[in-house]
């Protein structure tokens, strides 16, 4: 690791209408490291980003590389400086092949023709070459959230860049492609590359970074040149400015009667029949690797994707199949994993995107939109789950992807008649503070009687919240923990392929 800064940020403000999202920011970046950019949702960790991607200009300050200081006025300036940032929210062609999006712009050509052959061969060799197991002919759109997060970092690395940044990288990923990727951080720095890594996993600053930045409020609140004898309680105390002793905070209580009832549910990616249920007051998680088909259990469960058999009740009444608003008029609602593609509508405000499902409950005359009553219910879960918006009339593609989160799980608490919530992957890459104000909205939920079904890949997390644990593997439940007896060991061994075989599905 040499001494001189390869990356410089210095003094650097930005403002957007009704938000300081920048003030006075400036740290050092050197060659052959990874540093840490912590904080919570809305600290301007993203923002910042996009500075050094050349999306944005700062209001003030400047950046500098190799001591040089840079006028990026667009996100191609940026590229040709030999910098590369993987966003969070994920930026692709989903029609085009994985081989297309990696060589977007500069496919090769033979007599003016696209040359499939030689851009096949050599998208394979760099994949193979990488360690990185992706079909180059599979269009994005049929590709999982992880693999598609992998076809970013694949791409960012292909184009050689000096300066990568990387934005939760790991938010969506498995386990294997996770170890895929802290193997390719660690070759890049080893080949001098300076590096930026944004994670609210802790345990993975600790593992992957040799120093780190801390946001809050727009502002920088500490800097480490070292994390050695750095405590994660320290780094999280200087994120969220106060102690989390512990981030779960789970409370028992007493449950009722069986509100869901899943009974031989198949559809066209659920193609062995599942059965589970829940009672109310009762949470139960969903643990299982990528690719295990929790999330296509639960679309067909809600009716977003064909149900082929089997049947789902909600206190006793049958739910028609693949009906959502069927679903929804029983008070069984869902909030998905991909928020960009499915959770909200981009280009509306924070206020819509959190009434739009409860909207038919506040119509005057069953024809008119209740505007005070919306911003009423907008402003209420703003402030309840602390959203960080200039207001409610904000278009929430403007919001960090934690705080768009936030908006989504306000839309199904705003309902009237909520009996079952599902909710898939609800603190993807979302800060450790803002993960423990929706536990607490699941226990409040929970407490109200509700019936929770929370699916995460986060192992800590499904032991840490959940009443009872079930784990799938190849689109099969194969076992059932209830929390007293729930163990890291035993659970992640009933999600893994080598154990289906071998043991048949057990309730401990």
Known sequence: MTDAPRLEFRHIGKTFPGVRALGDVGFAVRAGSVHGLLGENGAGKSTMMKILGGEYIPDEGELAIDGQVQHFRKAADAIASGVAVIHQELQYVPELSVMENLLIGRLPTRFGLVDRRKALAWTREKLDALGVDLDPRAKLKQLSIGQRQMV??????????????????TSSLSHRETEVLFRLVRDLRAQGKAMIYISHRLDEIFELCDAATIFRDGRKVADFDTLEGVTRDQLVQRMVGREISDIFGYRPREHGKVRLAVQGVTGRAVPAPVSFEVKAGEIVGFFGLVGAGRSEVMRVIYGADRRTAGSVHVDGETIKASHIRDSIQHGLVFCPEDRKEDGIIGVRSVSENINISARRNHLVAGLFVNDRNEAKVADTYIDRLRIRTPNRRQEIRLLSG???????????????????????????????????????????LADRGVAVVMISSELPEVLGVSDRVITMCRGQITAQFNRTQANEADVLAAALPEGTSATPMRNT
């Open 402 to 444: 934690g705080n768009q989160q936030k908006a989504v799980l306000s839309r199904w608490l705003a309902e009237k008649d909520l009996r079952v919530l599902i909710v898939d992957e609800p603190t993807r890459g979302i800060d450790v503070g803002a993960k423990n104000e929706i536990y607490n909205v699941l226990y409040e």
């Open 152 to 169: 970013e970092i694949v791409k960012a690395i292909l184009r050689d860049a000096k300066i990568l940044a990387l934005d939760e990288p």
